[in-house]
């Protein structure tokens, strides 16, 4: 990277400082790709699962689960990376992804695939509001703008890889490999985190505390806090062991008439592993391990206010689930959206009553100030002009109805690739330009590409250069907006919720993706169904798959209209470009 750390002459470790950073962008990446690599997997995980293809809506579970835990727990996790070194919260993540991917790797049952995804979810999501932090920590204003590209474009990047990933394990391994890789990968990481981390100094931002950034439980060395860290420690064991026997039976027990009672499912015609005595006994450990964690870590989580975190979580989740579990193309609400989304409005209620009454809440009083707040909007409308394509052009390309799903994810592609370059560019440009004059133009090429794309119809994808100079200018104007948006919001937030502020724009672009799809979706269907009602009788099947492009072009439509609104409200995110700090006047802005 050509932007060097902040005070670069007064930091001896910089060059760790930039392989540290390096670590953690690769580890988002690897997180970005978890996503996606179930595309081409999920029919045989269904199948290790117990599922037949044709119960396919049954397993969407395995993709809304690790959507859930991703976006679910970010605002707490922002807060978190707030209040202790975004090492430990890296590792934090980087562990729980890694027994997430085991997890996944050996169920056998629905439940325990679902369980290891979300816990997949909570670390890989949580990497990234703690590694665009870090940028904040490590470079200072004006200069962060090629750190955070790179950051956005290997993030963006998961999106290519993942399916590619998931293919050339399967070309060698079934699916099971594919976690066991992430298994790999999440350890590696997490070890050079903590090598590279290791002895490195870790700012404390306004607002932080040593007592905060030390023991979790903000607890001293005495006899108590030893007490409490063996006994994490032991039921941490007893847990890892008696979940191996759990998921993992050997057979030589399982087949034996004197040790294998234990390992007899409780109800009668079950397979399952849990629903079994030692089943039984791992749960209750894992619970008591849960509390006495809970205990220990509860001074910490009380500041970070976990009572907030978890209605907002549940107002994140009741949405995510809503939306996620909806096919796209024939509804807009999922199976439990009528009972989900009155139960998240309760929650966003709470949350705002909670923000309003706590001492310290989730979201400070004055996080969300200056530029923030254009880059929180632009987020919103990045995510629903960026999921239209990302949903629809596959959806055109098999309304064809010769193209394979294979072929169609080949024709994103050409899309996908471009948002990492252009989050890059983005980010370097930054270094001359300020934050609106990059992420607005960027916007309006992307706008103008996706109303050249309203006009598509069938077979409209095989026009070759016209098509992927389309799609490839959308996603170029995409990834351009991602570094000058990041770049804004944590240049005008104090350096005590830069955590809390990365994790807000994040938010903001996964609410925007899912509430998007739906709003565009509704719309689409509504003029797929009144074209349909006017089709002369008998419909013939061509005839309907002709008209379905109706649907798919109202969306491209809609995701013109808030790119194009997001550039306009780009433009609130500086017209002018903030110069870099010099080291006392970084010192003087973080006291």
């Known amino acids: 990277m050509s932007a060097a750390p902040a005070s670069a002459g007064a930091n001896p470790g910089r060059g760790r400082s930039r392989v540290l950073l390096g670590v953690a962008a690769l580890a988002v990446m690897l997180a970005a790709a978890d996503t996606y690599v179930v595309v081409l997997a999920l029919p045989d995980m269904m199948a290790g699962a117990g599922l037949g293809i044709e ?53 056998v049952e629905l439940p325990v695939m679902v369980a290891g995804r979300l816990l997949q979810g909570l670390g890989g999501g949580g990497l990234v509001p703690a590694t665009l932090a870090l940028v904040a920590d ?58 590279v981390g290791a002895g490195m100094p870790t700012s404390l931002p306004e607002g932080g505390s040593r007592r905060s950034r030390g023991a979790p439980g903000g607890g001293g060395p005495g006899a108590a806090s030893r007490a409490r860290t063996v006994a994490l420690g032991a039921l941490a064991t007893a847990a890892v062991v008696l979940g191996v026997l759990t998921l993992v039976p050997p057979e030589s027990l399982t087949t034996s008439v004197a040790y294998g009672g234990p390992f007899v499912p409780l109800v009668d015609e079950s397979t399952s592993r849990v629903l079994t005595p030692v089943g039984l006994v791992t749960l209750g450990v894992l619970l008591v391990l849960a509390v006495v964690a809970a205990l220990r870590w509860l001074p910490l989580l009380r500041r970070a206010d976990l009572l907030g975190a978890g209605l907002v979580g549940v107002a994140l989740g009741s949405v995510v689930l809503t939306f996620s579990s909806a096919d796209p193309e024939v509804e807009v609400l999922g199976p439990w959206g009528l009972w989900l989304l009155p139960v998240g409005a309760l929650a966003a209620v709470g949350f705002v009553i909670r923000q309003r009454t706590a001492a310290e809440p989730l979201v400070g009083t004055h996080v969300v100030r200056g530029r923030v707040w254009p880059a929180l909007v632009v987020s919103v409308l990045v995510g629903a002009a960026l999921v239209a394509v990302v949903v629809d052009v596959p959806l055109l390309a098999r309304l064809d109805g010769q193209s394979t799903q294979t072929q169609a994810a080949l024709v994103l592609l050409r899309f996908l690739v471009a948002v990492p370059v252009g989050a890059v560019l983005g980010g370097a440009l930054l270094r001359w330009i ?8 960027g916007l309006a090429l992307t706008a103008a590409s996706l109303a050249v794309m309203a006009t598509w119809t069938v077979g409209s994808l095989a ?3 016209g098509t992927t100079l389309t799609l490839a200018a959308a996603g170029l104007g995409v990834g351009m907006a991602l570094a000058p948006t990041n770049d804004a919001a944590l240049a005008d937030a104090p350096a005590s919720a830069h955590g809390t502020v990365s994790s807000l724009v994040i938010v903001s672009r996964m609410v925007g993706m899912v509430v998007g799809l739906a709003s565009l979706t509704a ?31 109202t969306v491209f439509a809609g995701a013109a209209l808030a790119a194009a609104a997001a550039a306009v409200v780009a433009l609130g995110l500086g017209l002018r470009r903030s110069p870099a700090q010099t080291p006392a006047q970084q010192r003087a802005a973080r006291r």
């Open 523 to 553: 719309v689409g269907l509504r003029r797929y169904y009144d074209a349909v009602a006017v089709l002369p009788e008998p419909v013939e099947a061509q005839a309907l798959l002709e008209t379905g492009v109706v649907q798919v072009q």
């Open 463 to 465: 026009a070759g250069l």
């Open 138 to 195: 490590l470079w200072p204003p004006g200069r962060r703008g090629l750190p955070l590209g790179v950051v956005g474009g290997v993030q963006e990047f998961g999106a290519v890889l993942g399916p590619l990933l998931g293919a050339a394990v399967l070309l060698v391994a079934d699916w099971r490999g594919i976690f066991w890789l992430n298994f790999g990968l999440g350890l590696l990481f997490c070890a050079g985190v903590a090598l």
């Open 434 to 441: 300020a934050p609106g004059l990059v992420a607005a133009p």
């Open 55 to 107: 119960s396919l809506q049954r397993g969407t579970p395995i993709i809304s689960g690790f959507l859930l835990g991703y976006i679910a727990v970010l605002p707490l996790i922002g807060r978190l990376a707030d209040l202790v070194p975004r090492q430990r919260i890296l590792i934090a993540c980087l562990v729980v992804f890694a027994v997430g991917s085991a997890i996944t790797a050996v169920a």
